[in-house]
T-cell receptor, first 113, second 116 residues
């Protein structure tokens, strides 16, 4: 069965520090992978996606993610975090044909000045 | 492109009452999805439509839940005889499918339901 694991429930970083949020997936074929961000009380905004091709994908707000098939991972990174990045981050895998998304449980990011 | 909109944004109801939520997708998007998100969890898939056809329903969607997309545009999600366990954020998303390729889903702001 398809699943997504985000091992870190809560991460705290200082503003200006680098960030890496972990995501591992279980899927029987080449996955479609997504990172979404959710601010309090808001819907989900797409940060970036991987469908095929270059395994390092660039997204909005300076985020990037790398698809590593051998590790079944799709970790999100940002070189320098801003206070406005504080939010909940969700990794998701898209199921072929239906395109429904299976989400991880999320990682809450806190940023300290 | 005005984005996906949902109405109402918040709903408080008493146990046993019926509630209905509306989702307006991005115009010309042919797929529409409903998800449910409880506190501290990621969104969980409920159902989806391609045009007006409902193509899949999750086992999470009990008989008390029904969704429609009568003209292939907006959609409604109705919950009958609400229970406290129905309290959650209900998210709608839409996408444009062409050529069978996975496409990005765009999410609305959600409807937060509280059942007392």
């Amino acid at each position: 069965a398809q699943s997504v694991t985000q091992p870190d429930i809560h991460i705290t970083v200082s503003e200006g520090a680098s960030l890496e949020l972990r995501c591992n997936y279980s899927y029987g074929a080449t996955p479609y992978l997504f990172w979404y961000v959710q601010s309090p009380g808001q819907g989900l905004q797409l940060l970036l996606k991987y469908f095929s091709g270059d395994t390092l994908v660039q997204g909005i707000k300076g985020f990037e993610a790398e698809f590593k098939r051998s590790q079944s991972s799709f970790n999100l990174r940002k070189p320098s975090v801003h206070w406005s990045d504080a939010a909940e981050y969700f990794c998701a895998v898209g199921v072929y044909n239906t395109d429904k998304l299976i989400f991880g449980t999320g990682t809450r990011l806190q940023v300290f000045p | 492109d005005t984005g996906v909109s949902q109405d109402p944004r918040h709903k408080i109801t008493k146990r046993g009452q019926n509630v209905t939520f509306r989702c307006d997708p991005i115009s010309e998007h042919n797929r529409l999805y409903w998800y449910r998100q409880t506190l501290g969890q990621g969104p969980e898939f409920l159902t989806y439509f391609q045009n007006e056809a409902q193509l899949e329903k999750s086992r999470l969607l009990s008989d008390r839940f029904s969704a429609e997309r009568p003209k292939g545009s907006f959609s409604t999600l109705e919950i009958q005889r609400t229970e406290q366990g129905d309290s959650a954020m209900y998210l709608c998303a839409s996408s444009l499918i062409s050529g069978g390729q996975q496409e990005t889903q765009y999410f609305g702001p959600g409807t937060r339901l509280l059942v007392l």
